[in-house]
Structures are given as structure tokens and as C-alpha cells.
């Protein structure tokens, strides 16, 4: 008897839950995600205002005693002008090397689009379930939470872990030959981004019996305020998913219980 008064209290407390509370809690999910697509440089097809605009920036190191001096220009997820200069030594010579991007010339940053997409196709769920959708049970309310966490997890993840590049890729990227005059081909450069910072590490190489290996690294780095934003946008919004799945798994029926799948790491 006590088991079916207490799965009569978790169909009422589901009820309300799907009926009075599910769909307030994912409206500020979507609210918290709009925020964020208004951090990224560039229309999302939801939503075209953006508090993004073009940025000149120092990078600097309090560690990098002089080897690199770098200002760009960040516009959206690429860096359209760039003025670099490092130590390099070349012989018995150590002298600043200086360069900096062509005319015309990009270096993308695919980190930002990729976080980007994930970002917008977190938000289409919200669009294809439509601002009226009446949810009816705790399975479909989990699955669409599951989706969109999934989604808010790689976004931040492209931000907040940027892939390490191997030497190989390093040294063929061909974003490289945008610098005018060519960098040395015993350096690599790579501009990236780490959370909320923008960096330019500089590899210095060495080419023996043809294998390349990477004797020093220097970086310089910025803040940049709208990455940083974006970064901790993502974090509330999976914080609010992941409420409202506690709130659901806490009053979803015991046959339910065995069946639901965990809830994606946050």
C-alpha cells in the first residue's frame, strides 16, 4: 500500500512537473543559449544582434622576455591583420625576425565555428519543439535535455581544450603562407584558442636526417571579453539542463528508473 501511495505522489508530482514547470525551466535554457549566440561574431540564423565587434589586440607574456611582439586584429572567428616578430637565429646570428598577413589574407580559427555550430544546433531544438510544445512524459523531456547537453558539452569543449597539432601539421599548414615575407622554415607559428584567451605560440625546429623536432616554444597571448562570456554561458546552460534533469529523474515512475540513460558529464 505504501508502494502505490508513493507512485500515486510521483504521477502527481510529474504531472505538475510536465505541466507546469518543464517548459519554464527549458525557456530559460533557451534564453541562456541566445545570450551565447550573441557571443559569436557572426548572424546564426536566430538571432542577428551580436555584442562582437572587430578587435585589435596586443598579445603579450610577462614570461616571453621579448622573443615574440604580436598585435592582430580578431574579426568574428578570424584574424584578418597580423603584425609579428620573434628572436630567430639563423647561423651565428640572432636577430628579430618580422612579418606579418598578406593584403587579403585570413587565418581561420575553427575552434570558434565549431563551437559555433554546436551552439546552433542546440538552439534548432529548441525551435523545432516550438515555444507552446506540451511535454508528456518524463522520457521525451530527458531526451531532448540529453541532446542538447550533448551539444553544449562539444561547444564549450572546442573552446575550453584546444586540440594539440602535431609537427607534421604544423609545419604544413598552409594558412602559413600568408605571412609576407615567408617565416622561416625552421619555425612554425599557430594562433588558437584556449577558453577565453587568443595565442600565438612560435616553434622553433630543427631539421636533421629528415626528422623535425621542436628544440623551444614561445607564446603570447590576449583575454578576449566575448569568448569569455561565450565560455561561461555554455557552462550555465548545462548547469540549468542538468537541474532540470535532477528535477525529472527525481519523480520519473520506477520503470522508467531502469531504463533511463545517465545524464552526459558536465
Known amino acids: 500500500m505504501e508502494t502505490d501511495e508513493e507512485l500515486r505522489n510521483l504521477e502527481k508530482e510529474l504531472k505538475w512537473l510536465l505541466e507546469e514547470q518543464v517548459q519554464k525551466d527549458l525557456s530559460e535554457v533557451h534564453h541562456t543559449l541566445l545570450e551565447c549566440s550573441r557571443r559569436f561574431p557572426y548572424r546564426m540564423g536566430f538571432d542577428d544582434r551580436t555584442v562582437v565587434k572587430p578587435q585589435r589586440n596586443l598579445l603579450s607574456n610577462p614570461n616571453n622576455t621579448g622573443q615574440i611582439k604580436c598585435v592582430v586584429t580578431l574579426l568574428g572567428d578570424s584574424l584578418c591583420d ?29 575552434q570558434i565555428q565549431d ?11 529548441f525551435y523545432s519543439q516550438g515555444g507552446d510544445h506540451v511535454y508528456k512524459t518524463a522520457k521525451e523531456v530527458l531526451m531532448i535535455i540529453d541532446k542538447v547537453m550533448k551539444l553544449l558539452i562539444s561547444g ?46 612560435v616553434y622553433n625546429l630543427v631539421h636533421t636526417n629528415n626528422y623535425i623536432e621542436i628544440v623551444s616554444r614561445h607564446q603570447v ?7 569569455n562570456e561565450a565560455v561561461i554561458l555554455f557552462t550555465i546552460a548545462i548547469q540549468q539542463c542538468q537541474h532540470l534533469r535532477d528535477k525529472i529523474s527525481a519523480v520519473q515512475l520506477p520503470s522508467y528508473i531502469k531504463s533511463s540513460s545517465s545524464s552526459p558529464s558536465s
Not at 563551437?115 to 531544438?125: F, K, M, N, S, W
Not at 625552421?186 to 595565442?199: G, P
Not at 597571448?221 to 569568448?227: A, F, G, I, P, Y
Open 115 to 125: 563551437a559555433a555550430d554546436h551552439l546552433a544546433q542546440a538552439l534548432a531544438i
Open 221 to 227: 597571448e590576449c583575454t578576449v571579453q566575448w569568448l
Open 82 to 110: 597580423a603584425d609579428v616578430s620573434f628572436r630567430h637565429k639563423s647561423g651565428r646570428d640572432n636577430h628579430v625576425f618580422k612579418t606579418k598577413f598578406s593584403q587579403d589574407g585570413q587565418w581561420s580559427l575553427p
Open 156 to 201: 564549450r569543449t572546442c573552446l575550453s581544450f584546444p586540440k594539440r597539432k602535431t609537427i607534421e601539421e604544423l609545419i604544413n599548414n598552409r594558412t602559413m603562407l600568408i605571412f609576407q615575407p615567408n617565416v622561416p622554415n625552421d619555425v612554425a607559428v599557430s594562433f588558437y584558442v584556449h577558453s577565453s584567451k587568443l595565442i600565438l605560440a
